[in-house]
């Protein structure tokens, strides 16, 4: 028998590869492998008649050639209920594969499964570029180095300030030193090109907007911002009402509406509970981090201690600070951002779910709709979870989860005067959309599912670090409306202890009771859905007065007929304001459809 050949051997047996063309003497250039995008998808069982229900494992086993990541078993009620496992929520499959792929099993998907993407979520007060008149980017050209000193009260240097330049072509970005100084580098033009610099502060200090600012080339440009103290004096020793909580009549209410026994989630991006104002807030969890127990407390991006704040902020240890709504609520602080996704939220809510919790923020939408974030909103609404949800921030309809009929969507609105005239707040101006002092900011989202619009312009917060900041978004509106609800829920006597009966109708009653207390400013239904909740206008609610004032026989009812802000409310207050046990008795049906259609403007 012949040996091998071994004139030419290669290891492990396997053939040689073939020989390199000659370089003449240079060395060979071996270009990297590309690596194929991946995308996630979510894949679950739907309950279709006719179609037997498929199983995760014969999901799994039909798709050999994806990467499973993650498995999300069936929680909350319904995993238990007693309609046995058709009534279950779907074990849900999260893959990663080629978008391409994911593409053909959506089109391919039969009608008893659901294939969708695992979008990433967004934060709802995402910054946005200004625009510049349709000025469109040009061609990069030489870049031109801008010199920046940021400082605040006294030529303090702010570190840590986010500067954008704006030229003729894409802007520039950088953040400042300990010296308060950075060198943003723009392209496009000269020095002279440079239309606008904004400067946004980390805390204590209000943002700057600067329109064709005159700079000097080589030399270091001092940008100075004003601290918060210049409008709220001593503050935060001294503390205040933000000018959203007065318009909503939260400095009328008894102090003792506190919001005591109310559980309430906060999905979004933490919570640094070591702000003085917030050390009460205990209880979380991270869900990007498996459900890390611990890790909840660093707030990245500072946007949820910023909502926390307006809800549930408390002025313990010696430290005014602002108001919230609620502060002796018992806080969940449940963390999605930054980096979260659809499957993230979907434990958020199961969370939400288990824990009990009697409502929910979430200042957070997405451009892409999700048929299994809608089914777990909905089982969170049966189980008495109350999902109140930001509009969106992209000027343009309402974005998801907002549009889902399950949940009350909040749109934002501003107070002219309440910033100063060359801050990024009054960018959001648009003269055709101010009535009287009030107005319509350009970012909010809008459409026939806004139900209520909130203060969502210059509201100043906590942030990360025992500081403040005026943020703008319909995030910082709908934990507005999240405070006010944990009150209702707290000291109403339609709801007041009424927790140990926590259902869908519960739910219904809140969200009729929040949109019969809507003040219309603005005359667009679209923007403002039935106006912005008011206390003194909630049916039922005596104790919306002055501390030590005596309570009107018609306390919290505009007379019939009366003009509240030059709009007309409903000629005779809802039978429910009379007779409180009534609202028990109507189908939240009906109450839904009532609400929709006075957003709408027909009743």
Known sequence: M???????????????????????????????????????????????????????????????????????????????SAGGSSSQSPEILVAEMDPSRGAALQASAPPNVIVERDAFLRASDDFRPFDFNGAMPIAAGVGVDVQLRVIGAGGKPLPKATVYVYGQGFPGQGVTNERGEVVVTVFGGPLETIQAIYVKPTADHWDRMLRAPALQAGAMNTVQLRPLTERFNGFPQNGMTGWGQRLMKLDRLDPSFTGAGVKIGIIDSGCDSAHPQLRHVTRGADLTNGGDKTSWSNDQIGHGTHCAGIITAASDGGVAGIRGFAPRAEVHALKVFPGGRFSDLIDALDECIERQLDVVNMSLGSGDPSELVAQKIAEARQSGVACIVAAGNSSGPVQFPGMLPTVLTVAAMGKLDEFPSDSYHAQTVVPQLVAGTMFSPKFTCFGPQITVAAPGVAIVSTVPGGGYAAWDGTSMATPHVTGMAALLLAHHPLLAGARSGRNEQRVAQLFSLLASSGVRYLGDATREGVGAPDFERTPGLAAAQPLGAAAPANAGLAPAGAMIDGFAPLSAPAPWAIDPAMMQRVNPAIIQRMMQLRAAGLI
């Open 2 to 80: 012949a040996g091998p050949d071994n004139s030419n051997p290669a290891p492990n047996g396997h053939n040689p590869e073939p020989a390199a063309p000659s370089t003449n003497g240079a060395e060979a250039r071996v270009e990297p492998m590309a690596i194929a995008p991946t995308e996630r998808f979510m894949i679950a069982s739907r309950r279709v008649p006719g179609f037997a229900p498929a199983s995760a494992m014969d999901l799994a086993n039909a798709l050999p050639d994806v990467k499973i990541v993650r498995r999300i078993q069936p929680r909350g009620l319904t995993a238990f």
